[in-house]
Nanobody
Framework: QVQLEESGGGLVQPGGSLRLSCAAS????????MGWHRQAPGKERELVAA???????NYADSVKGRFTISRDNAKNTVYLQMNSLKPEDTAVYYC??????????????WGQGTQVTVSS
């Protein structure tokens, strides 16, 4: 089994910062792409940022210049540094990863989600 565990969400004022972390554990052979998605109430889940195993990144236009995705391959962990947060960033944030497990099967795994609320 493979698990993704997120941490770092919470309540922050507009203009503030938060850092999300997501650690993968379990029967992992290789982790390919990792990313963060979010889902606000009444809206569809959307990609926020993604990072390849080689470190290439891409971002949603709405977060470019404010959010930074990074990963620590030795720790099987992906991070999302969120700066200059806006109320419209309020959502449940989910990490995901494409992982080849030790049964030689590749799946997209998802974390349970962490709430980020930006409000004064």
């Amino acid at each position: 089994q493979v698990q993704l565990e997120e941490s770092g969400g919470g309540l922050v004022q507009p203009g503030g910062s938060l850092r999300l972390s997501c650690a993968a554990s379990g029967s992992i052979f290789t982790i390919y792409d990792m990313g963060w998605h979010r889902q606000a109430p009444g809206k569809e889940r959307e990609l926020v940022a993604a990072i390849s195993s080689g470190g290439s990144t891409n971002y949603a236009d709405s977060v470019k210049g404010r959010f930074t995705i990074s990963r620590d391959n030795a720790k099987n962990t992906v991070y999302l540094q969120m700066n200059s947060l806006k109320p419209e960033d309020t959502a449940v944030y989910y990490c995901n990863a494409k992982i080849l497990n030790t049964d030689w099967r590749s799946y997209d795994y998802w974390g349970q989600g962490t709430q980020v609320t930006v409000s004064s």
